[in-house]
């Protein structure tokens, strides 16, 4: 193995520190050295979403960052969200409306309607597909994740 | 893009029909549904074994070439290598992969196909060698170091060529390239064609496409220390893979374990057949440790599906009546692998005349190898084929005779009292209602009133269309002779607590089923869902079954749970009769209790009653006997394999249909067509669930729609796939569509215990149809005939053209 460095970072409110392979994606570190696995891969190519974490309240596609990138960072996965173990109104929204089929594309859906409301407390059908727009899902054919997401708006309200 | 209250007024209808009371027809969530949403469900790639090692696979960068050598030497001593597999030593290994469904069984051609090419390759992509090594990383990186002296040979990439006088034979000891022919024949066509009042000749393409869930394939193999073999996959029918792996490794089918973890969608992909599920077994025994090969999204998209070209002849009367279709398919299949995608073909054919009662019919199709990558299932299993041809044919004739497009498939469609109708390949469809189905849709879309926004815009040169297609999904089936069966098992057990577990045969590759079991063994048993549990995809502890596709879960899976279940109610039943002193037949199963009927406070909570008959069955004299568990298997009716006098089989229980209206407006100056409004009404009979029916329709017609507007696997004149990323391969993204219009109509059908039709195929080919023809109406004032699929940009702006030079006549 190449040189390997040490990364420090705050993962789901926890600080954590992990040997790496400086030549690790951000997304192969998260679930494999994290052990967060619900963090997918479905592209590598910064297509699909399913690899999409929050990096200092921004959120980005994991598969697009080298690990060493997020040294000093804090990092909210999909096993962050819920709030002391109870599912956030986003989450309880995607359960009720069936926001998903297989789930694989859930990060990046939940985390692109997490960052839409936050700018948007009621958004439009419009707004809401258009923020979900850079994340495939293969299965839903999209209707009930914008329905999860404007009845999860609604419920903030 | 449609105000949310028009959608909310689309599901309004939907609601009117749910049944009222119980589980079964009521709009139940996911029953795991937390495990998903905070990242606990466990999928292929999330399965880490103690000193797990990681395969990647070398491919041919050629797509018809010999193999003269391979060194695999400086790779072997590479960093962190383990193992190294080539061609050359695959036999000593493995034997053939069997196919999922051999062509050789219906007649036709087959061939070998090893994990590893031995001395060829047939397409880009192929695998030669693999490494194992300590991480993927490493593992990659010395596939570089393998040197493979090719002989390259002219691939043969398109069907006609492939069929041409001297062609090259690419299979070697095949004496051409198709794989095999398969006619359809009812009545004299020439003969109804020179009859018919008008004739139309055309032809009709649909390019390569792939059906790509966005988990990609995963295989891991472990032989364990007596010598057992355990394997992980994301695959979608486990005990037919054990059977497959048993005779491809030679191996014990008792010694094999099949293990599917949640699946991230299957959609065909997934079914078997594969060349890296046997190669993971073989390199794990090869290096005594676990193995993982996970797919990367170039691999995935080597799997094609669907390319096909119809050249056809409809004839017809003045009254709009088709009399008589010939039909001469032509399928490029590419390397015929061992996976069940070359079996698309046959459906797309044997799927004529559709809903329609078409009199006389003369449809065959040729199977063809070429260089291009394999096939495997795409979700819909080659009915888009039928779909999109027949439907394009239907809206022909009307254009033809100036007719409504609506009146034509009124006039053709088979009437709701002629059901079960027998079709011209033998088919039996079961029962429906059409015309209603149509009468629905034209409401849902105020289907007048569209005409008249259409001709407004075509005043302002603004070209609006609108396609209306039927779509008939066959479901659930049963090939005699190989590994498609149309029945399924369950098992259901309740513990002395009284909870309840489901173990079924059939898998989930997403899309609930799991939680439509519980929903009907809920109700059979009278407990509530949260004391109930599913496992599925674990060929040691579930019983045999053979897993996802057909739209075949509940019908076989669905209705097995209910058998097994009606068992373990009816003990409980006879142990609280005998507890509450009452009748077995008074006693009502509901809410976690036992109670007799109309007598509410002579209940018991049904796990007591369990209890006591695991814990008290040799004091209470005439308490049913223990265990709670009953294993069943459902065997739906209306198969049949006992060849007719024509040879015809009947393969499929059920028929589910829809009606689908799309509204679009086409750009001419950029070919870009940007969907309006989407409506569908569908029947799948009963539904289990109508929240899951629903999604499901909404992700199939979503994908079809893609499938038909911007997805295509291309390739450049060497065979070098030009569609190798999401970049490429386009799928359609949230912005792409707009919400859809969903309208249930029920026919349940007499041949399933439940009266379900199947669900989850119905809206691909639906998709892919409809959009064909709503491009083709928009620019009918052009003079444009649709004649392929996908209709992208720069298809339908060629599709312009060709209307310009023939003079604006199509
Ligand atoms: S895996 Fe990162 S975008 Fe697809
Ligand atoms: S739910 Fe399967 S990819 Fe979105």
């Known amino acids: 193995m190449t040189n390997s460095i040490r990364l420090n970072l705050t993962v789901n409110g926890e600080a954590r520190s992990v040997e790496i392979d400086p030549r690790r994606l951000l997304v192969e570190v998260i679930r494999e050295e994290l052990e967060l696995p619900g963090t997918h891969i479905g592209c590598l190519t910064g297509d699909c979403g399913a690899c999409t974490v929050e990096r200092d309240g921004q959120i980005i596609k994991s598969c697009l960052a080298l690990a060493a990138s997020a040294e000093g960072s804090e990092i909210t996965t999909i096993e962050g969200l819920a709030e002391n173990g109870e599912l956030s109104t986003l989450q309880q929204a995607f359960w009720d409306e069936y926001g998903f089929q297989c789930g694989y594309c859930l990060p990046g859906m939940l985390f692109s309607a997490k960052d839409l409301l936050a700018q948007n407390a009621s958004p439009s059908e419009d707004e809401i597909r258009h923020a979900i727009n850079g994340n495939l899902c293969r299965c839903t054919g999209y209707d009930t994740i914008v329905k999860s997401i404007a009845e999860a708006a609604a419920r903030t309200a | ?810």
């Open chain 2, 1 to 810: 893009m449609l105000a949310s209250t028009e959608l909310q007024e689309g599901r309004a209808i939907a609601a009117t029909e749910a049944p009222a009371g119980g589980y079964v027809g009521a709009r139940e969530t996911k029953h795991n549904g937390d495990l998903f949403l905070t990242g606990r469900a466990a999928y292929f790639n999330d399965i880490v074994l103690p000193k797990m090692s990681h395969a990647a696979v070398l491919r041919s960068p050629h797509a018809h070439a010999r193999i003269k050598s391979i060194d695999a030497s400086a790779a072997e001593a590479s960093a962190g290598v383990l193992a190294t597999l080539t061609g050359a030593q695959i036999k000593e290994h493995t034997g053939p992969i069997p196919f999922f469904i051999d062509p050789a069984v219906f007649g036709g051609k087959t061939r070998d196909n090893f994990p590893l090419a031995v001395d060829k390759v047939l397409m880009t992509g192929q695998p030669v060698a693999a490494v194992v090594a300590e991480t993927a990383a490493d593992a990659e990186a010395a596939l570089d170091l393998i040197k493979v002296d090719y002989d390259v040979l002219e691939p043969i990439l398109e069907a006609d060529d492939a069929l041409k006088d001297g062609a090259p034979i690419i299979n070697d000891g095949w004496d051409d390239n198709v794989v095999i022919t398969l006619p359809f024949v009812e009545g004299d066509a020439e003969a109804a064609l020179a009859e018919a009042d008008h004739v139309i000749e055309d032809t009709f393409e649909m390019h390569r496409l792939s059906t790509q869930p966005i988990e990609p394939r995963g295989n891991m193999a472990v032989w364990e220390k007596d010598g057992s073999l355990t394997f992980y996959g994301s695959i979608q029918n486990p005990h037919p893979l054990r059977l497959h792996l048993s005779q491809a490794l030679g191996v014990s089918e008792s010694a094999i374990r099949v293990i599917a973890p949640f699946v991230g969608g299957g959609l065909g992909l997934k079914m078997h057949g594969h060349p890296e599920e046997a190669l993971v077994c073989v390199l794990a025994k090869i290096v005594g440790r676990p193995v993982k090969w996970l797919e990367d999204r170039r691999e995935t998209l080597l799997i094609g599906g669907i390319e096909q070209t119809h050249r056809f002849k409809v004839g017809f009367n003045n009254d709009g009546q088709i009399v008589a279709i010939h039909n001469r398919i032509v399928a490029n299949v590419g390397m015929l692998g061992s996976a069940p995608g070359w079996g698309m073909a046959f459906l797309s054919a044997l799927g004529f005349p559709s809903g329609y009662k078409v009199p006389v019919t003369d449809v065959s199709v040729q199977v063809v190898s070429t260089n291009k990558g394999i096939w495997n299932a795409t979700r819909g299993y080659g009915k888009q084929g039928t779909n999109v041809v027949i439907e394009r044919m239907v809206d022909l004739v009307a254009r033809h005779l100036g007719m409504d497009r609506i009146e034509v498939r009124r006039k053709n469609m088979i009437e709701k009292d002629e059901f079960p109708y027998a079709t011209n390949s033998g088919l039996n469809i079961d029962s429906g209602d059409y015309h209603a189905a149509l009468d629905k849709l034209e409401e849902l879309l105020d289907y007048e009133g569209l005409k008249r926004e259409q001709a407004k815009l075509r005043e302002e040169g603004r070209y609006l269309g609108i396609g209306i297609t039927f779509e008939l999904t066959p479901e659930s089936a049963d090939i005699p002779g190989t590994i498609v069966g149309g029945f399924d098992s369950a098992q259901v057990k309740m513990d002395p607590s009284g909870n309840v577990t489901i173990l079924s045969g059939v898998t989930t590759p997403g899309s609930g089923n799991d939680t439509g079991l519980a929903q009907i063994v809920a109700d059979e048993v009278g407990v509530t869902i949260d004391r109930i549990s599913v496992i599925q995809g674990d060929t040691d502890t579930c019983p045999y079954g053979f897993g996802n596709y057909s739209g075949r879960s509940i019908v076989s899976g669905g209705n097995s749970a209910v058998l097994a279940a009606r068992d373990i109610g009816e003990k409980i039943r006879g142990g609280a009769a005998l507890l509450l002193e009452a009748g077995d037949e008074d006693i009502e199963l509901i809410d976690n209790l036992a109670r007799v009927a109309g007598a509410p406070d002579r209940a018991i909570p049904i796990a007591a009653v369990a209890e006591t008959i695991y814990t008290l069955n040799f004091a209470i004299p005439g308490i049913p006997e223990p265990p709670l568990e009953s294993t069943r298997v459902y065997k739906p009716d209306n198969i049949r394999h006992t060849p007719d006098e024509k040879g015809r089989i009947q393969p499929y229980p059920t028929y589910s249909y829809a009606m689908h209206g799309v509204v679009v407006e086409v750009d001419p100056e950029t070919g870009a067509v940007d969907i309006k409004r989407i409506g569908i009404v569908h029947d799948c009979g009963t539904m289990i669930n109508p929240l899951f029916i629903e999604g499901q329709m909404a992700g199939a017609m979503v994908m079809g729609l893609g499938n038909g507007m911007s997805e295509e696997l291309k390739y450049d004149e060497k065979g070098t796939p030009l569609s190798t990323r999401f970049k490429a391969y386009l799928m359609p993204r949230a912005g792409d569509v707009p919400a859809v219009e969903l309208v249930h109509q029920i026919t349940p059908s007499p041949f399933t215990l439940l009266g379900t039709k199947g669900a989850g195929e119905a809206g691909v080919g639906g998709g892919m149809s409809v959009i064909a023809n709503a491009v083709d109406d928009a620019l009918a004032p052009l003079g444009v005939t649709i004649r392929e699929l996908p209709v992208s940009p720069p298809n339908v702006l060629k599709a312009i053209d060709e209307a310009g030079s023939n003079g604006g006549r199509g």
